[in-house]
């Protein structure tokens, strides 16, 4: 049944896209406003259909700490649900630093491009920081939130990746208030998992982090110890040590 379900929910997850990819080519006559609200219903749908076809719910903890003004959201990154799901759960719109070629992919890289995402070239690191540096700033005066994974890849549950700069130091360029999320979304969709398995998955929104003042390091020892903390308290059966 488990297997069934997956399958239904492949399928409606390509039409899906196929269906918003191909409507994005007509969204760039319609101002940003309008792109987003639209492009963002097939991030609404996808997460509907894995409640309804799957079985996997959600449920939000520490809403209060989202601010109505832009942030730097650095999360935690199980599975590609949090990616679909994050920008739904904000007050403002967001965008993501992913890699250029994402772009290209039909349909969905056509939907992508079409809400004016950071897409930047990771094969040159120094330029590609130089990049989010650039359109970050850009972003994020525009009144847009900008949402990072620090540990850069997506990370099995019960696990922990090394945690980078690069959200942090965006964030101290820009002395924005940090948002640190914990989520254990992989516990329901696996990294690269075709079987989706129906629970509960928690999103956790921690208070602001204030980023003056700090060292890019600094600052990116609080989120991590902040998130990984947080990881302890909504799994803590995957976690065989609570040394982080």
């Known amino acids: 049944m488990i297997f069934l379900r997956s399958l239904v929910f492949s399928i409606y997850l390509t039409i899906l896209t196929i269906i918003f990819g191909t409507l994005s080519g007509l969204l760039f006559l319609f101002p940003f406003h309008w792109r987003w609200k639209i492009i963002t219903l ?70 992508l491009a079409s809400v004016q995402q950071i897409a930047i070239d990771r094969s040159a690191r120094r330029d590609a920081m130089q990049q989010v540096m650039s359109i970050g700033s ?18 099995p549950v019960g696990q922990q990746g090394r945690y980078k700069t690069g959200g942090s130091r965006l964030a101290t360029h820009l002395s924005a208030d940090v948002i640190p999320i914990a989520l254990n979304a992989g516990m329901c969709w696996p990294r690269n998992a075709f079987i989706k398995r129906p629970g509960l998955i928690t999103i956790s929104f921690g208070p602001a982090i204030n980023s003056k003042g700090l060292t890019a390091d600094q600052l990116n020892k609080q989120v991590e110890q902040w998130i990984e903390t947080e990881m302890r308290v909504l799994n803590p059966e995957v976690y065989t040590s609570s040394t982080i």
């Open 42 to 111: 097939w991030n609404k749908s996808i997460i509907w259909g894995a409640k309804v076809i799957c079985g996997i719910r959600y449920q939000l903890k520490g809403t209060e700490n989202i601010p109505d003004y832009p942030a730097v959201y650095l999360a935690k990154h199980q599975s590609a649900w949090e990616t679909i799901a994050l920008p739904i759960f904000l007050k403002r719109t967001s965008t993501y630093v992913h890699k250029k070629e994402l772009n290209y992919i039909p349909f969905f890289g056509w939907g």
């Open 138 to 155: 850009q972003r994020f005066k525009e009144g847009r939130n900008i949402i990072m994974f620090p540990e850069g890849t997506r990370i």
